[in-house]
Structures are given as C-alpha cells and as structure tokens.
C-alpha cells in the first residue's frame, strides 16, 4: 500500500480558529504553531528528504517522500495527514 502524505495547510491558518470569540491574539497564536510544524517539514526539504509534488493546488500540499527514514517524522507532524492509495 502507498501512502500519500498532504498538508491542509489552509485548514490551519484558517478553519481551525475558533469563530465563536475570535481575537487577533488567537490568530497568531494558531499562526505561530502552524509555522513551527511547517519549519520542521522545510528543514526536512533543505535536506533533500522530502519535496512539494504540485498537482495544481497549493491546497492540499503534497509531499513526495526521498527518504523512507523521515516517514514517521511525516507522520507524527500534526499538519500532515497520511492518504492510503
């Protein structure tokens, strides 16, 4: 079975804070954790283990893995979510 990993990247900037008592503060609070999740997955790229397959969206954000050693890194990142085909 292949597994496809993606990041609803969006998802977390935007439908994941809470609609019911926004506040600025909410938001770069959320902001703020999304992009410490997405630095680990860039550092991982800077290394050549993994890369962004485009397949015409910036959402969902494919990841095509190079390095089978960093699957469960991918897994355990809670941006990634992992789609078996």
Same mark, same amino acid.
């Given at each position: 079975?292949?597994?496809?990993?993606?990041?609803?990247?969006?998802?977390?900037? /935007?439908?994941?804070?809470?609609?019911?008592?926004?506040?600025?503060?909410?938001?770069?609070?959320?902001? $703020?954790?999304?992009?410490?999740?997405?630095?680990?997955? $860039?550092?991982?790229?800077? $290394?050549?283990?993994?890369?962004?397959?485009?397949?015409?969206?910036?959402?969902?954000?494919?990841? $095509? /893995?190079?390095?089978?050693?960093?699957?469960?890194?991918?897994?355990?990142?809670?941006?990634?979510?992992?789609?078996?085909?």
């Amino acid at each position: 079975m292949v597994k496809t990993y993606v990041i609803w990247w969006h998802s977390k900037f /935007v439908d994941e804070i809470n609609r019911d008592s926004p506040s600025i503060a909410a938001i770069v609070e959320k902001t $703020q954790k999304t992009l410490m999740h997405l630095e680990e997955l $860039q550092e991982l790229e800077a $290394q050549g283990k993994i890369t962004m397959e485009l397949k015409g969206s910036l959402n969902p954000i494919y990841l $095509q /893995v190079k390095d089978p050693a960093v699957e469960l890194v991918l897994a355990n990142n809670p941006l990634v979510e992992v789609l078996d085909s």
